[in-house]
């Protein structure tokens, strides 16, 4: 498919609508998202509604306010520090766009189609209909994110045993739409996943922050606990716990 390059200058928007329509290309209105001076910059195709638009243009300036002075050793090697500085330039330098899309299943919450567009992220009705907290709608693009990573053959989710219990000996489902997981490529082998790194992200959130309230805290611990029984790989789930759930 042919790249094209649109001229940085004060005439952009108008040239970009021309040459679009010239070659018969349907022009969607992107938003741009300038949060800061070193803003999260990325586009929203013209489907997504406004009130998703303001709602993670608000999750994603949140999430740069988050300070900290620790880490674990996993956060560090996936992330680097707890800071909204490190989870900014993490989540810039891999996602340009986010959409509407089914996924291709009726119980996905998001997607990144590598073969499409390995920049792009794509929401499902499932984020939209499901309320729940700020981080953990963070947990989410942060899952989405590192499926970005096309060096990494963008991460492939293993799948979950059948059946699939957590250590309560109750039949594991997911904490966004309640749907069974057994049998579902729905899980992560190692910690370094979707499922492992947003895990990863939330606890340390949970542990470390430092002007994060109560809520937030208590939210980030609550699904960072969940995702980890998503880790199924005996090896990979010691791992985390060693890293991150020792008195």
Request: charged share 20%.
């Amino acid at each position: 498919m042919m790249k094209i390059q649109f001229p940085k200058s004060s005439i952009k928007n108008a040239f970009q609508k021309t040459v679009m329509k010239a070659l018969g290309i349907r022009f969607a209105t992107f938003a741009t998202l300038a949060l800061s001076t070193t803003a999260l910059a990325f586009t929203f195709d013209n489907d997504v509604p406004d009130t998703i638009r303001t709602q993670m243009t608000q999750d994603l300036t949140f999430v740069k306010t988050i300070q900290s002075s620790t880490q674990s050793d996993l956060h560090k090697q996936i992330f680097g520090p707890v800071s909204g500085k490190t989870y900014e330039e993490f989540f810039n330098s891999r996602v340009n766009s986010v959409g509407l899309n089914g996924c291709g299943d009726p119980d996905a919450v998001a997607c990144v189609i590598p073969f499409d567009d390995s920049t792009k992220m794509w929401i499902t009705r499932n984020y939209i209909k499901f309320s729940h907290p700020q981080i953990a709608r963070l947990m989410v693009v942060f899952h989405e994110s590192r499926h970005t990573e096309d060096q990494n053959d963008n991460w492939p989710h293993a799948q979950c045993p059948d059946p699939f219990r957590n250590s309560s000996g109750n039949s594991m489902r997911s904490i966004w739409t309640g749907a069974p997981l057994a049998g579902k490529p729905a899980c992560d082998s190692t910690p370094f996943g979707s499922y492992g790194s947003s895990m990863i992200m939330l606890k340390n959130i949970s542990k470390f922050c430092t002007n994060c309230s109560a809520k937030v805290k208590m939210d980030a611990g609550i699904y960072a606990d969940d995702q980890l029984n998503r880790i199924t790989d005996e090896n990979a789930y010691q791992q985390i716990r060693n890293d991150l759930y020792r008195s």
